[in-house]
């Protein structure tokens, strides 16, 4: 008899899209969206959830965010025998264990139970053998095992170097290698058991989303698959935001589009258990606007056809010719034209608009990509030395200013 169960991951609950017109807030988008995660799951008839990573966007979730999750969690609960949750590089492990107390409330009234297991919850297994980071159990005649290994720091897996005493210089891949063959060894397993791992990692072959985070996506945080294959049937991975499949490995991606360049579809999979094999089927979620970016070239009257064509999208539109203050405040009077960027097709890069325009231009750069920031602030110091007025040098002063005043904001964030 068949079984089906869901894997989703990257749901960035709390995530704001930077606009010129101020941050826009997507809770309605996250709540529809979920209600179409439940919608899938309930006609599914499946029988437990798998949710890889990254819950929410901030360390410091804003209690909106906190709510959506749990009201998430509380209809799932309702549908499903089990919900399997690990932490990702955006989570907090204190605030995912506050969610774990009401769990226990929970499980209390009920077979049914609510998984969530975070580094800390790793370090306490491999060294006082509490915690367990699997979870064996039978649904119709099968028995599955589920293995959970949360996102693991860089910084943070010294200590596991420690523990294992490892010799050889430090491998990032290679740590998880010796965790999974540490957990396995402890496990007495049936040939029939299907097996699971779940995991927040970036595979080397992985093709990135476009919006992931620079600083966790680096050649450092890069794991082999031959350090994690193991003979699992499925193995339900997080971190990057685009939908792909790797031999038996699978990102789900996130559950919507997270900023402009994830121009992809976003989605969850669903995944059917059947005479020992796994059969798994991507399945787009449509409650969400689209992110789209439009090129403003030569007739600006064709490019308002365009945002007229899609209202229910945001819209970052790329200018590649000079546009009169007029024009400027045309595009910004349509509600959904969230952001402007002006661009040299030629040089290949963002360049200034007029200096009427100076602070749109700032706040319309991704200050998540600190090499921008870095690159415009070097590029405005390429002074002039023939030009002493000194109405040119205040006006650069001021706006190198502003680029590093962007910058400080993130930084003390």
Same mark, same amino acid.
């Given at each position: 008899m068949s079984l089906n169960f869901i894997h989703l991951s990257d749901l960035h609950l709390g995530k704001k899209i930077k606009s010129i017109k101020g941050d826009i807030d997507r809770y309605n988008e996250f709540y529809q969206t979920f209600e179409e995660i439940e919608y899938i799951i309930k006609q599914s008839k499946s029988k437990f959830v798998i949710i890889s990573g990254d819950i929410f966007h901030n360390k410091l979730p804003s209690l909106e965010a906190e709510?959506?999750?749990?009201?998430?969690?509380?209809?799932?609960?309702?549908?499903?025998?089990?919900?399997?949750?690990?932490?990702?590089?955006?989570?907090?492990?204190?605030?995912?264990?506050?969610?774990?107390?009401?769990?226990?409330?929970?499980?209390?009234?009920?077979?049914?139970?609510?998984?969530?297991?975070?580094?800390?919850?790793?370090?306490?297994?491999?060294?006082?053998?509490?915690?367990?980071?699997y979870f064996k159990f039978k649904l119709n005649n099968t028995e599955i095992l589920i293995i959970l290994i949360p996102f693991i720091e860089y910084r943070l897996g010294l200590k596991f170097h420690q523990i294992f005493q490892i010799e050889k210089e430090y491998s990032y891949s290679k740590l998880h290698n010796i965790l999974l063959s540490k957990i396995l060894q402890d496990l007495e397993l049936n040939q029939n058991t299907i097996k699971i791992l779940v995991m927040h990692i970036m595979l080397n072959s992985a093709n990135l989303g476009n919006s992931e985070s620079p600083l966790y996506t680096n050649d450092i945080y890069k794991v082999l698959i031959n350090d994690i294959s193991f003979d699992f049937h499925y193995i339900a991975l997080g971190h990057i935001h685009k939908y792909q499949k790797i031999q038996n490995i699978y990102y789900s991606g996130s559950?919507?589009?997270l900023d402009f360049g994830e121009d992809y579809k976003h989605g969850i999979i669903l995944?059917? *258990?059947? /005479?020992? $094999?796994?059969?798994?089927?991507?399945?787009? %979620?449509? =409650?969400?606007?689209?992110? @789209?970016? #439009? &090129?403003?070239?030569?007739?600006?009257?064709?490019?308002?056809?365009?945002?007229?064509?899609?209202?229910?999208?945001?819209?970052?539109?790329? *200018?590649? /010719?000079? $546009?009169?203050?007029?024009?400027?405040?045309? %595009?910004? =009077?349509?509600?959904?034209? @969230?952001? #402007? &960027?002006?661009?040299?097709?030629?040089?290949?890069?963002?360049?200034s608009y007029d200096e009427k325009s100076q602070q749109n231009q700032i706040n319309t750069i991704d200050f998540s990509n600190i090499l921008k920031i870095y690159e415009m602030y070097y590029k405005e110091l390429k002074i002039d030395p023939n030009n002493k007025n000194p109405k040119n040098k205040e006006k650069l002063e001021l706006k190198l200013k502003k680029i590093l005043n962007k910058l400080e904001e993130i930084i003390n964030k």
């Open positions: 709510e959506l999750f749990i009201n998430f969690l509380i209809n799932t609960y309702e549908l499903v025998d089990y919900i399997f949750i690990i932490s990702g590089n955006h989570d907090s492990d204190l605030k995912l264990k506050n969610l774990n107390a009401y769990n226990k409330l929970l499980n209390k009234f009920s077979d049914k139970k609510i998984i969530i297991y975070t580094f800390s919850d790793l370090e306490d297994y491999f060294n006082n053998n509490s915690k367990l980071p559950i919507l589009p995944n059917t *258990i059947e /005479n020992n $094999l796994i059969k798994s089927e991507f399945i787009e %979620l449509k =409650n969400h606007k689209k992110l @789209i970016t #439009l &090129e403003l070239n030569e007739n600006i009257n064709n490019l308002i056809n365009q945002i007229e064509n899609n209202k229910d999208s945001y819209i970052k539109i790329r *200018i590649s /010719n000079a $546009l009169n203050s007029f024009d400027i405040q045309n %595009l910004l =009077n349509f509600d959904n034209v @969230i952001k #402007l &960027e002006k661009f040299s097709k030629e040089e290949n890069k963002l360049i």
